[in-house]
């Protein structure tokens, strides 16, 4: 489903962060069009009362993982999304610029399912070998690189698995392997 929010990444540049968030429309509930809607300019603010603090929000993502591990594609993700807003990682500003951003249907509070785990590492290691220089210690969530602004995605969100299951032990280079 291709989204409108996005454009060309600044020249030369090496794609080697992913950003996961955590996404719900209205807040707390599933399912539905309203995230599609909000990623194609779409979303009426008559909808719901809470859409009306989205209306004229231009916001995307590379990819959005639903509930049952459905994946949908608004962005290419060669090209830039438009998900990290005001970011900074590792001293480097515009996180867009440089990461792929992975949505996840949850909310801060609500566990994310075994489907959206299982769909989430499948994605990460092919990003991986694509993009060599996204690392285990490469993947961060939105509130790494907004830290106060956002919280996504969220307490609940178990980045010990994802350390685990991504990580090869004895690797050659083990910072490779720190979990934000």
């Given at each position: 489903?291709?989204s409108?929010?996005?454009?060309?990444?600044p020249?030369?540049?090496?794609?080697?962060?992913?950003?996961?968030?955590g996404?719900?429309l209205?807040?707390g509930?599933?399912g539905?069009?309203?995230i599609d809607?909000l990623f194609?300019?779409?979303?009426?603010p008559?909808a719901?009362?809470?859409?009306?603090q989205?209306?004229g929000l231009r916001?995307s993502?590379h990819?959005?993982?639903?509930?049952?591990?459905?994946v949908i594609q608004y962005?290419?993700?060669?090209r830039?999304?438009?998900?990290?807003?005001?970011s900074?990682?590792?001293?480097r500003e515009?996180?867009?610029?440089?990461?792929?951003g992975?949505e996840?249907e949850?909310a801060?509070?609500?566990?994310?399912?075994?489907a959206?785990?299982?769909?989430l590492?499948?994605?990460l290691?092919?990003?991986?070998?694509?993009?060599?220089?996204?690392?285990?210690a490469?993947?961060?969530?939105?509130?790494?690189v907004?830290?106060?602004?956002?919280?996504?995605p969220?307490?609940?969100?178990d980045?010990?698995?994802?350390?685990?299951e991504l990580c090869?032990?004895?690797?050659e280079?083990e910072t490779?392997?720190?979990?934000p």
């Amino acid at each position: 489903m291709a989204s409108p929010n996005c454009d060309e990444r600044p020249p030369e540049t090496v794609v080697d962060l992913v950003v996961i968030h955590g996404i719900s429309l209205p807040p707390g509930q599933f399912g539905g069009p309203w995230i599609d809607a909000l990623f194609t300019n779409t979303l009426s603010p008559r909808a719901h009362p809470y859409f009306e603090q989205l209306h004229g929000l231009r916001v995307s993502s590379h990819l959005l993982i639903r509930r049952r591990g459905e994946v949908i594609q608004y962005v290419p993700l060669h090209r830039r999304a438009w998900h990290a807003g005001v970011s900074r990682f590792e001293g480097r500003e515009r996180c867009n610029d440089f990461s792929i951003g992975i949505e996840l249907e949850g909310a801060d509070h609500r566990p994310y399912t075994e489907a959206q785990y299982r769909r989430l590492l499948g994605l990460l290691r092919a990003i991986m070998v694509a993009y060599p220089a996204v690392t285990p210690a490469r993947i961060v969530g939105h509130c790494h690189v907004a830290p106060g602004r956002k919280s996504d995605p969220g307490p609940v969100f178990d980045w010990q698995r994802l350390h685990v299951e991504l990580c090869v032990p004895g690797s050659e280079d083990e910072t490779l392997c720190i979990s934000p």
